[in-house]
Structures are given as C-alpha cells and as structure tokens.
C-alpha cells in the first residue's frame, strides 16, 4: 500500500515481528460484513456506481466462502486481516475492489472488526453463563432437601440448604450477565467513518452504516474512536470476575471431592485418573478453571498496561489487544460450557453432608436465639 514512497522491502524480521494475520485471520466474518456495509455506503454516496457495489458484495462473498471452506490462502507478507481481504478483493474483481478503502483507515477499520467480535461473543457468553446458572439450579431442585453445614473461614458454621450454597453461585452469574449487558451498550457503538483519526472529507452516511450492521449509535468523537479501547478492557474485567466465581466454585467442589469432606463425586466423564496410583479420580476441571483464571486476570493486566501510556489516537502497540482479548473469550466459554457439564453430573453423597450437617454445634447459635426468645 504504501511501496510508493518506500525504497527497500520491508526486512523479513520486521514482517514476522509485525504481522497479526496468524490470529486476527478470525475477525474475518466482521471484516467482510463491515466492508459490505461500507460499499453500500459508497453507492450511496455515488463514490461506486451499482455495478461496482455488485462485484465488491459477489467478491467478498466468494472470499468468505473459501475462507470458510479454509481453502483461502492467508499471506504473512499482507501482514493482517484487513490486507489479506482487501487484495484477495483486488485480485478478483480488479479496480473496483481497491476503490472500497475510500474515506476508510485500516484505524476504523479494525476498531470496526474489533467491536463486532465483542458483540458476537458477548452475547455467546451472556447464553452460556446463563446455561450454567440452569444446571446450578436444577443440581439444587434434584437435592431439595439436602442439609449440609456451611462454613465461614472454613470452619463449619451453621447448616444450610445444599440448594442454598449453590444458588449462591447463581447469583455471582447473574451479575457477570448483568455486566456483559451492561457493556454491550459501549461495545455496540459505530466507528466507521473516523478515518485515520480526523475523519474523512469524503462523507459517508454513518447512520447507515450503523443500521446496516445492527449497531445503535456511531461514536461522536474520531480521535476517541480509532484510540478506544476500553470496550476491551470492560470486557476482558467482567470476563476475569466470572472466572473468579467460577474458580471459587472450582475450590469447593476440589474439596467436596476429597476423602476427607466426601460431600459429592463427580462423573467419570469430568474427571481423570491417575498413571500410578489407581484409587484417584481427580477433579481436573475445577483445578483448571482455578489455574485458567490467573491467564483471565494476566490477560486484563496485559490490556490494560498496553494502554496506559499511549497518546492520542491509534498506535501499533493496540495490536497487541487481540491475543488477550481471543484467549479470554476463549477460555471462559470453554469453562462455562464444561462447568454446566459437569454440574449436571454431580452426584451428592446424602449420608456423608448429613453426618456433617448432624454435628449438634451448628445449632449453637439456633439455641442462643432461641434462650433470647424465652427472654
Ligand atoms: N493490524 C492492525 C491492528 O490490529 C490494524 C491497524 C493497522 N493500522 C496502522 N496504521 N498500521 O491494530
């Protein structure tokens, strides 16, 4: 794109330390929708005439079709998503597909992918967190009347409903979902149109665009919008607290398991063996939500500190949210998907949580209530 002013290629160091295509290759499908939209919005504007806007939308379709069907050949040298489309286009239906990038940056552009990635997989997870929230539930109505002690510094502390303690899980999702929605009202937010940073002078219907591609509003301000990336760092906290509550239901289940509590057994399908000593039967899931969830908070920190020292508007050092931002998603919908799993393959051991519950010292404070009732 730039060769014009260039003298020497780009050395072969600077195009393997620089390319992002080996992971940003996925925001394909949000690429091509957005560069849909954007054509239509050239039409609109007579920058492309119909025939133009006709063989960009037929280009791009091909183009997503052979990448679905994984016969697209990604190029290193093309550096990223956004290239690798954008001269496929060019090489297929000639002229017309470089005139796509008019009063477009590759600085909207992927601020564009990069919201469209977030509010697919957004809603996925808000699906899935709810998913688990339903198998939580139906393990307590399966166990209605189970009694257990509860416990605070891990002490047994008064008995409880085993429904009681795990709905309490059910609440801690209830807030993860109530902040996914809640950052979707800033995710789902328009850039296109910002340019590089300054806009364009070509002026194309943002309204438009934003309709087209479900979004409710467009960003106000370029500068902001090619340089936010807080939409990620929002998604990647909420993101890093549902991992906390899924690693804190890791470590009762992990001690509910043991010999020593015997409270429930998980399935055979949920858990692994061990290579030399045939009595286990060990809770690996739980133990790698617990242990995943440091990379949540690693990935966080990551974006965060990325950030913090940038000025005003896109810099290069912004490529470097979407490794973070693919392995969160990732791994938090894995878990949850696991974890619903295997909630529903728990199996409460009755005899064991009575005995426990049966320990007349949990009525302690019972009987003290009721000393003061008598007066
Ligand atoms: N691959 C880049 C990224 O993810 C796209 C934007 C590149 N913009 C630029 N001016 N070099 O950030």
Redesign the pocket.
């Known amino acids: 794109m730039w060769k014009g002013r260039f003298q020497q290629e780009t050395s072969g160091l600077v195009q393997r330390y620089g390319e ?1 295509i080996s992971y ?1 290759w996925r925001l394909y499908p949000h690429d091509i929708a957005g560069s849909m939209a954007q054509a239509e919005a050239l039409a609109r504007a007579k920058i492309i005439n119909r025939k133009e806007l006709a063989a960009i939308h037929k280009g791009l379709k091909s183009i997503k079709a052979d990448i679905d069907a994984g016969t697209f050949e990604w190029k290193h040298e093309l ?2 998503v ?1 290239m690798n489309i954008e001269s496929a286009l060019t090489q297929r239906i000639g002229s017309a597909g470089a005139k796509l990038h008019t009063a477009r ?3 909207d ?2 601020a564009l992918d990069t919201r469209l990635y977030c509010r697919a997989e957004t809603q996925t997870i808000i699906g899935l967190v709810q998913n688990l929230q339903r198998a939580l539930v139906a393990q307590g109505l399966k166990n209605q009347s189970v009694i257990m002690p509860g416990y605070t510094h891990l002490q047994r502390g008064q008995p409880v409903l085993y429904a009681h303690h795990l709905l309490a899980y059910v609440e801690m999702l209830e807030r993860d979902g109530g902040r996914l929605t809640d950052a979707l009202k800033r995710i789902n937010v328009m850039p296109l149109g910002s340019g ?1 940073l300054a806009g364009s002078t070509i002026c194309l219907d943002r309204e438009f665009v934003a309709q087209r591609l479900g979004f409710e509003t467009v960003t106000r301000n370029s500068m902001d919008a090619v340089g936010d990336r807080d939409y990620i760092a929002e998604l990647l906290f909420t993101i890093a607290l549902t991992g906390t509550h899924l690693s804190r239901l890791s470590e009762d289940i992990i001690l509910w398991v043991t010999a020593e509590f015997g409270f429930v057994s998980l399935s055979d399908a949920h858990t692994t063996g061990s290579s030399l000593m045939p009595q286990k039967k060990n809770p690996d899931v739980a133990e790698l939500t617990r242990g995943k969830t440091g990379r949540l908070y690693g990935n966080l920190t990551s974006i965060l500190t990325t950030l913090k020292g940038l000025p005003l508007t ?1 810099n ?1 050092d ?2 470097e ?2 490794e973070p931002l693919f392995d969160s998603v990732d791994t938090i919908k894995l878990a949850l998907e696991v974890f619903a799993e295997m909630i529903d393959g728990m199996k409460v051991n009755a005899e064991r949580v009575r005995a426990a519950a049966g320990d007349p010292f949990l009525l302690a404070t019972d009987l003290a209530d009721w000393l003061v009732l008598k007066g």
């Open positions: 992002s940003d550096e990223d956004h940056s590759r600085n552009q992927v590089a896109y290069r912004m490529q949210d979407k």
